[in-house]
């Protein structure tokens, strides 16, 4: 120890140091002679620094572990036995978003545990759902969501509109998915949106409809795009008004799969005219017509093109980041048939369970079930029209039938449907 210069000690490592600036010494308490030179908080910082990246590490390989678990439930196969038990048919339409499901957790995966000299990322893949009115679109969506671990939020895109109009931003679908989440904003990042009634925020100037300038759509459209397109997504907590100084919260949206999905009633005359350009243009004159029995929508909508989404009012930036179509079918009198008594929520088990709660034995004959899908087939809402017409026939009996304690069988019969007669009641 010099005798001119005054030395302080560092409580830690015992150093003697004749500051020279305060850096050399950056904590001294002169009071209390309590000093920590610059070397131990050099240390100490690159002690927290790898215990930090350790801690990080660690968690990706948690993440990444979890998601291999995950993964083992959702197998794409498992995902559309699932579905098989819900919705009638649309083999297809299951099979797409099986194996978008699953493509999902994997390049979450990715993600978590690719190395540095590996392929940056694996790109998402969003899908784009159509088909016809009650064809089981926003059923098997939200079937789907159900089986799933990851967080999945709903939104009707027809409730949206354009920062400043009446009505939701879009940013409360990221909102949606954010409470889906539990408030948790990492898991938020890796979920699911499902947009429904996509089509309806079509351009009016599209070729599908009449009104020439709609800058309403088109607005949300772009703002549409932004989330597709991966942004910092900010919004208020729910309940909260939007001012200046309102808390906001934070979600990148890079990450998140979004599926949107309509009807776009309309879509198969696009569809039809443009084949029909083409088709005379190399001269394979009646390719659309009489290729199958099956009927002409079913035939048209499977070869729905982004350009013809173009022509209905879709901007081509969003179409471009919906790479995977997938088509729903029209359902036909023996599909509408099975989702009455088959899905494992169908109508007929229902009441079937609601009559049994009054010692009821109810029964259906077959031939007042096809007419019952015949009556759907007609009102052209596909299967969404099935319980209505049910519940028409059931309502004097489930309003009579609680009058008596007594154990009974009611039979409805296709007269029951058809002309509104009151069912057989007999004792058992
Ligand atoms: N393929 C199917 N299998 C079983 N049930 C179905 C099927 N399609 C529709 N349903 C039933 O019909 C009802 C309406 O279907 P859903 O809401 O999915 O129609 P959608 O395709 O979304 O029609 P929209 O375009 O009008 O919204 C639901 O209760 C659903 O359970
Ligand atoms: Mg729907
Ligand atoms: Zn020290």
Redesign the pocket.
């Known amino acids: 120890m010099s005798n001119n210069e005054p030395a302080i000690q560092c409580s830690f490592c015992k150093r003697r140091i004749v500051p020279k600036s305060q850096y050399d010494l950056p904590i001294y308490d002169p009071r209390s002679d309590f000093a920590i030179c610059a070397h131990c908080i050099k240390d100490i910082y690159h002690a927290i620094e790898a215990h930090e990246a350790d801690q990080q590490d660690q968690q990706k390989v948690e993440a990444a572990a979890s998601i291999d678990q995950e993964m083992a439930n959702i197998k794409p196969h498992l995902v559309k036995d699932y579905l098989d038990q819900?919705?009638?048919?649309?083999d297809r339409a299951k099979k797409i978003l099986s194996v978008a499901i699953y493509n999902h957790y994997k390049r979450m995966k990715y993600g978590f545990d690719h190395k540095d000299d590996e392929l940056d990322e694996i790109e998402k893949s969003n899908v784009i759902i159509m088909?016809?009115?009650?064809?089981?679109?926003?059923?098997?969506?939200?079937h789907l969501a159900k089986r799933l671990d990851i967080p999945f939020a709903v939104t009707d895109a027809s409730s949206l509109t354009e920062a400043g109009f009446v009505g939701s931003d879009v940013e409360v679908a990221v909102r949606n998915l954010y409470y889906a989440a539990n408030k948790d904003v990492s898991r938020c990042e890796h979920g699911i949106i499902y947009l429904?009634?996509f089509d309806k925020i079509a351009r009016k100037s599209g070729e599908n409809n009449t009104i020439t300038a709609d800058p309403g759509h088109e607005g949300v459209q772009q703002a549409l795009l932004k989330m597709l397109e991966g942004n910092e997504v900010e919004f208020t907590a729910r309940g909260q008004r939007k001012h200046p100084e309102a808390p906001t919260i934070k979600v990148n949206t890079k990450n998140i799969l979004f599926i949107v999905?309509?009807?776009f009633v309309g879509i198969e005359k696009i569809i039809a005219k443009r084949l029909k350009k083409t088709d005379s243009n190399i001269g394979f004159g009646a390719k659309i017509e009489g290729q199958s029995e099956k009927p002409e929508y079913n035939q048209l909508i499977h070869q729905v093109t982004p350009e013809d989404l173009m022509k209905f009012g879709i901007i081509p930036e969003i179409i471009g980041r919906l790479p995977v179509i997938c088509t729903?079918e029209t359902?036909d009198e023996d599909?509408l048939l099975?989702?009455l008594t088959?899905?494992r929520?169908?109508p007929v088990k229902q009441y079937k369970k609601l009559m049994e709660m009054d010692k009821v034995d109810l029964e259906f004959d077959e031939a007042a079930l096809r007419a019952v899908a015949k009556k759907a087939i007609e009102r052209k809402?596909?299967?969404?029209s099935?319980?209505g017409i049910i519940e028409d026939t059931m309502l004097d009996i489930m309003f009579d039938i609680p009058r008596s304690d007594a154990p009974r069988r009611v039979t409805i019969t296709e007269d029951c449907i058809n002309n509104h007669t009151a069912p057989a009641v007999e004792e058992i």
């Open positions: 819900y919705i009638i048919n649309q088909g016809p009115s009650g064809c089981g679109k926003t059923a098997l969506l939200s429904d009634e999905g309509g009807a729903l359902l599909a099975r989702i088959e899905p929520n169908a809402t596909g299967a969404r099935l319980k």
